[in-house]
């Protein structure tokens, strides 16, 4: 009995077991306790069963059911640990048998190896020898490797005719769970339920008064009020302010989770959401299990008539489930395919991408909001091709889909939101594909901080009160010009003429805001008492009526008296200029970094905190500018070193650059990190789930005793 307890020890803690999902015909099976037989694997992922001695999520959930350990020579059938298909002969495919002892279809591995890849997808292990598609046995390429592997012609098993690696009989492989055959068009998606969006709009109506204008406040702030007639200056600063006004905060009627408060939620469109998650042979453990955890609480806080799609990733990429309505039997089966996510392979992000962006492009029916989640916790070990779908682009990056970001013409443009985990991953990548596509990069630094991440993302994906947002600005003054717009990433653009300009902003959460600073001349006047400067007006699309609606245009002028007097600076134009000086110093020292001059670096970081400190809003105790002070040095501390930087101080630096170019939250650090400056970005939404996510994580004392180790393991000593 203790040899059979300690080999099925040994075969969880190494990932041999594979959750299989019990039909209908299946009798129930007394090997285990029945009290776990009674929990679903819904049950298993819900943060609300966590609580007392009962079972946790593990990788994967073993149940009475499905707890299968597998010995090498049973008879069950070998599967392609890229496409998880069966592998067997006759069955019109080649089969490559590699020097580690692990089969694959050729047609699977040839394109794994394709660019030189010589890593086998599974073990990890190097290979002297990999294989190589050739017409015939003369046309082998010598490039292909110093030892090019010589192939049959026939179509049946394709082995090295070398002396083939003798099989290890103690050998135990993974064994992914058997899925059906992705279909080759995603049009499968599940239709709309009308009905709550209808009321959703009623709703709406009634609070708002059937006024929708009053979804965004307009401010516009002159760097100074007044300015002597006589006097000319260029580069005078104009601040425009917009916020997106939410209506009044209703629960939610979908959430069925009565362990916690409802969280309130403002009248809005439902979301087409895609999660594309890395679970390669790093994310095996811990790392998986708290993902799977993570992404039960994004499951559990979609209302009904949001949908969701689950890709994952590793060698290469599969739908895991087809972009459905989060009902009650959506969302079970929903927590069952992830439930089902076994780590192994490689890392292909491409892979993974490409086909998020296809369960996008190919659904019949388009929600108006959408978005697409990307994690993963290491480099994509797959070379891109320099032509076809995945070439690189001019605008964007050679890891994302051209249709993804509009770059094909279509007009289809998707938001990717990225999460970069642990140390290992490429932040360079992440924020990349983040910024080209419109989405946000966060840096996860511990394994406990995975779901206060997504908590805090879903937050304001579920608030989207203003969808394609414009705004327009106008000269009002013949002689007055612009001269530029400190707009972030925005895409924004100056008329030749200097006489009027635009900002396309798109998406706003409930209670966000966006501030952008116009630069403009102003000239002398000759006898005027007053200068209009500029007029401001913004288009939007309302997500719910799907009508576009214009506000009224905000005028803002100053006064010309004939005798100078003192000027009084505005403290809101002030704020926002130290956060303009910040970003531009962030960027210039990670440039500095990448050179690898650090002193230099922090040097310029430095340099800025100094400034900042001695402006007028930081002397006047603002907390905008004293965030942005301490953000500066926590850059600082980690640039101590090349391997500090290289650990988490580039990925830190990516976030907080990503944060203050959309003037959007990013999760940063580890789950204790709570500065104000991410507050101030942090919209109640964001901060409800937030808070949300915490008291499920910490709310009882068994989720305290399991989380504490992994605080402690997970968290590393700030540089010094």
Known sequence: MASKWRKAKLALGLNLCVYVPRTLEEPPSNNLDASTDRLSNAALLSPGNWDGDGPRPMTPTPSSRGLKLYRSGSKSSKTCSICLNKIKQGGGHAIFTAECSHSFHFHCIASNVKYGNQICPVCRAKWKEIPSQVPCLDAIPRSASRNPVRWAHDDAVVTMLRPPPRRDSHRRHIVPLFQAPE???FDDDEPFDFQPAVAEKNSCSEVAGGNSSRTLEVRVYPEVSAMPRSNSRDNFSVLVHLKAVAAAGRQNPSQKNVSFPQVAQTPRAPIDLVTVLDISGSMAGTKLALLKRAMGFVIQNLSSADRLSV????STARRLFPLRRMSDVGRQQALQAVNSLVANGGTNIAEGLRKGAKVMADRKQKNPVASVILLSDGQDTYTISGS???????????LLPLSINGSDNSGFQIPVHTFGFGTDHDSSAMHSISETSGGTFSFIETEAAIQDAFAQCIGGLLSVVVQELQVKIESL??????????AGSYPSRIMADGCSSSIDVGDLYADEERDFLVSINIPAEASSSETSLLNVMCIYRDPLTKEFVSTEGEEVTIKRPEIAGEEIVSIEVDRQQNRVRAAEAMAQARAAAEQGDL???????????????ESLSAKSGDRLSIALDAELKEMQERMASRHVYEASGRAYILSGLSSHSWQRA??????TDRSS???????PSMAEMLTRSQATLLGSPSAQRLMQPLLSLGSHPKPR
């Open 666 to 671: 990013t999760a940063r650090g580890d789950s």
């Open 388 to 398: 076809g779908e995945n070439r690189p682009q001019p605008n964007g990056h050679p």
């Open 599 to 613: 002193a230099v670096a922090a040097s310029i970081l430095e340099n800025c905190r100094r400034v900042l400190s």
């Open 477 to 486: 003054h013949p002689s007055l010009k612009i001269s530029s717009l400190k």
């Open 183 to 185: 279909p080759g068009v």
């Open 311 to 314: 890709i994952s990733f590793s």
């Open 677 to 683: 400056l991410v507050q101030a970005y942090q919209t």
